[in-house]
Each structure stands twice: as C-alpha cells, then as structure tokens.
C-alpha cells in the first residue's frame, strides 16, 4: 500500500518543487498582502468574521486545486502516458483523489461555519462541481467566456423563467432523493475530472501541445514577453491577424520614410526595442478591448432595460480598475522589453541616425516616457468620463497613483537592468494598486481634495522624473541593455 501510495504523493508534491525557488519574494508577498486584506475585513465588520475566515480557507483551498491539477495536466505528456506503464493510472488516481479532498474540506468548512447556507450535501455537489468546472477552464480557456458573459445573457434572455418549471422539477428530485442524485453527480463529475487526462492518442498529443503553448505564453508574460494571441491557437490566430497586418504596414512604413535622423532612426528602433508591447499593439489591444466592453455594456442594457443604471453606478469601481489594467499596466513592462531585444541592439547601433552615449541615453528613455505619458492621458480621460457618469470623481485617483510610480520605473539605466523576473513584472502593478486605492481611502474617509492629490501626484512626478533624467544623462550608455548587469 506505501509503495502505491508514495508514486501519488511525489505527482501532488510536483507543483510546489517546480516552483521558482530564485524568487520567493513574490509568493512571499502575495501571501502577506492576502493576510492583510483577511485581517482587515475581519477588523472592518467583526460581525462577518467566521464567513469571512471559511471563505477564505475554501477559496485558498481552491486554488491550490487550480495548481496541483495543473501540474497534473502538466505531467500528462503524450510520450509519458502511452509508454510509462502505470503512469496514466496514478495521475489519474492521483486527480481524483484530490479533487475529492479538496471539495469535500471546502463543503465542510462552509457548512461549519456559514450555518445560513444550504445543505451539506448541496455545498458537496456545488463545491465538487465548481472544481471540475475550473480544471476544465484551465485546459480549454473558452470556458472562462462561460463565466464572463454567461450570466448576463442568462437572466437577460428570460432564461431563468423558461427553464424554471425544469429547474422546479430537478428540486423535487433533489428533495425526494438527495443521496441518489448526489452519488450520481459526483460520478459523473469524477468521470469529467478523469477526462482531462488523455492517453497519449493523436488528440491527446495535440490539446497537450496547445496547453503547453499558453503555459510557455504565460510565463513569458510574466517576465514582459508577450507571444500574442497566436497562444491561443486557432482562435487566437485568427483574432491577432488584424493586429499583424497594421504591424506590418506600419513596418513597411517606418522603413520607406527612412531618413538618417535621430527621429527617423528611434521609430524604427523602437519596433524593435518594444517588441509586442509596442505602441501600435497596445492601442489596438485597446481600441478592441474598450470595444468589446462596450458592446457587452450595450447587450446587457438592451436586454436588463433601464434597471440597469443602478448596476451602472455600482460597477463602477470594477470597469475603473479594468480600464485602468488596460491603459496603466501595460507600461509598465516597458523596460524589460529592452532585455528581451538586447541582441538586436548591438546591431541597432550601428543605424544610420542613431543617437549615440549619453543622447543615447536620452532618446530611449523619452521613448518611454513619451509612451507611458500618452496612454496615461488617454486613460486619464477615460476614467474621467466613468467618473462623471457614475457621479464618483474619486476614480480619478487610480490616474493619480499611477503617473509617480510610471515615471520613476520607466526611467531606469538600461545598461544596469538585470534580467525581468515575475516579480519585477507584478511590484509595479502592485504598487500602482495599492497607491491608487490608498489615495481614494485618502479622498473618501479624510476628506482630502482631489485637486491637492492631483497636485501632489504631479509635483512627485516631476521630482522623481527630474532626479532620474539627470542619472540617466550620466549613466553607460542605454544599449544593449543590461550588459552592466
């Protein structure tokens, strides 16, 4: 039995040896930033604090659900499953296994301490297939539009008073016989969980290659490097075909109006040096993003009527931090796109044009600056509208947080940068949220007036700007990037 037992522990253990043991820090973070949000809901409303503490524990259970099936998945190689015997058989024993002990200590800890909810065995059978559901999505990443547009479309096409006379009669079902209708849920739900893992046949060997894709696709992302939407397979290719073919007539743009002069020589230095996240990219993936909102904002008034101005208002704060992840975050990736082009660079030096030493120094940082300051102002006035609509100027402060921490990140010495790792990726973004929510607390409980954080987030941004124009103006020059380091 231990010699069974043991193969099955070193598959769960595997996402937590696989993790990046050269950063930390970020794991680190992210788990006292979540202690600190716990701790302060529970000092806001005390009255909410064994919910709050069960919900916790259930959603922490989940994701580490999200990161041992994962791995799993992972583990599930093609060549691996067909010629390793044994090998399907304990990962799958291995799924189940904690797919089963990760819902059923999720149904517990609810049902022990949210008394107001339903039964134990509705959380068992809601908790088992809402697990089942979120391995499913990390495989096929469709289903996450499921979640996103599926509810809105749901209640808004009267769904729920057509399909009600069925839905009264699975409660009579579920009523009569609750522990027949459970065992036969949770098998079919098992049967789905087994499902994800294939047996090393053409199918298997093809949906393991795209998984692997978006995986190598969302690590890269975590370090800057984006690999488009091509990630996404065959969707994805055709969705990132306009994008490619703007890049590629403004490509064959820049190169027909070469002139050696300096302006000439950064625009087409800067298709190199800013890669995916050049600016072109980032005002389409905009353009379409704030599209797709729209639209999506347009179907679900159409469908909700006017009851849904109340909603209007009362989304307001999600659609600003989603407009805000949109124009801010992007920026701040900027400098490790340096790191990821710094082969070419060598040979970028010589173009005809180019600024050389310290004016090196100089054009590539207002490269930067001229980008991030663009997408802030147009930000900036898009919040402004969702603020004024939703009668909440305190939005505003998330552009406020956001300009100081943009200048001072963007105008480092490039020939000093070190290799981007996820942490470098997520401090900036983190740091804008916590500096844009902190200068909103400021607004909202001490009364602080917008125009003076507006003014403050300008004066710091100066200073810091200025400060870090002078290092620049001495510092090695900028290219390649990272050969300080």
């Known amino acids: 039995m231990m010699n069974s037992a043991h193969p099955c522990n070193q598959l769960l253990l595997a996402f937590w040896r696989q993790r990046d043991r050269e950063a930390p820090w970020g794991r680190r973070a992210l788990f006292a930033l979540t202690l600190l949000g716990l701790a302060l809901g529970l000092y806001l409303v005390p009255q909410m604090a064994r919910p709050l503490l069960a919900g916790s524990a259930a959603l922490a259970l989940m994701s580490l659900w999200m990161a041992v099936i994962g791995s799993l998945m992972q583990q599930n190689h093609p060549h691996v499953a067909r010629f390793v015997p044994g090998h399907l058989r304990r990962t799958l024993t291995a799924a189940l296994a904690a797919w089963a002990g990760v819902s059923l200590a999720s149904a517990v800890l ?6 107001m909810l339903p039964s134990f065995a509705l959380l068992l059978l809601g908790a088992a ?78 949906t393991y290659a795209r998984t692997e894709r978006m995986r190598r696709a969302a690590e890269d992302s975590m370090q800057g490097k984006y690999a488009g939407a091509a990630a996404f397979g065959r969707v994805g290719e055709w969705l990132s075909q306009p994008f490619a073919h703007a890049a590629s007539t403004w490509q064959r743009h820049v190169v027909a109006k070469a002139k050696p002069t300096a302006g000439s020589a950064m625009s087409r230095a800067e298709i190199v040096l800013h890669g995916r996240q050049h600016w072109l990219y980032q005002s389409l993936g905009a353009v379409v993003g704030v599209v797709i909102a729209a639209l999506s904002f347009v179907v679900a008034f159409a469908l909700a009527g006017q009851g849904l101005q109340d909603h209007w208002t009362k989304g307001a704060y999600g659609m600003a931090i989603g407009l805000a992840s949109i124009g801010f975050n992007p920026c701040f990736t900027l400098p490790n796109m340096l790191w990821h082009s710094r082969r070419e660079q060598a040979l970028l030096r010589l173009l005809p044009g180019l600024p050389q030493g310290q004016a090196l120094n100089r054009a590539v940082a207002w490269m930067q600056l001229r980008h991030v300051l663009v997408a802030w102002a147009l930000t900036t006035a898009g919040l402004g509208l969702l603020a004024w609509a939703a009668n909440e100027p305190g939005l505003l402060c998330l552009a406020f947080g956001a300009l100081p921490l943009s200048t001072g990140w963007l105008l480092r010495v490039p020939a000093r940068m070190k290799s981007p790792t996820a942490w470098a990726t997520v401090v900036p973004i983190l740091a804008f949220m916590l500096m844009g929510w902190g200068l909103y607390l400021l607004h909202r409980e001490l009364r602080a007036p917008l125009i003076l954080l507006a003014v403050a987030s300008v004066a710091l941004s100066t200073g810091l700007g200025t400060w870090r124009w002078h290092a620049l103006s001495a510092a090695p020059a900028a290219l390649p990037a990272g050969r300080l380091s």
């Open 110 to 115: 609810l049902w022990l301490f949210m008394p």
């Open 129 to 206: 297939a809402l697990l089942a559901f979120m391995g499913w999505a990390m495989r096929e990443w469709q289903l996450w539009l499921v979640v996103s547009i599926g509810p809105v479309l749901f209640f808004g096409a009267g769904l729920d008073r057509k399909l009600a006379p069925l839905g009264a009669a699975l409660r009579e079902l579920w009523l009569g016989q609750p522990l027949t209708v459970l065992a036969g849920c949770l098998l079919a739900l098992g049967w789905l969980v087994a499902r994800l893992f294939g047996h090393g046949d053409t199918a298997h060997r093809a």
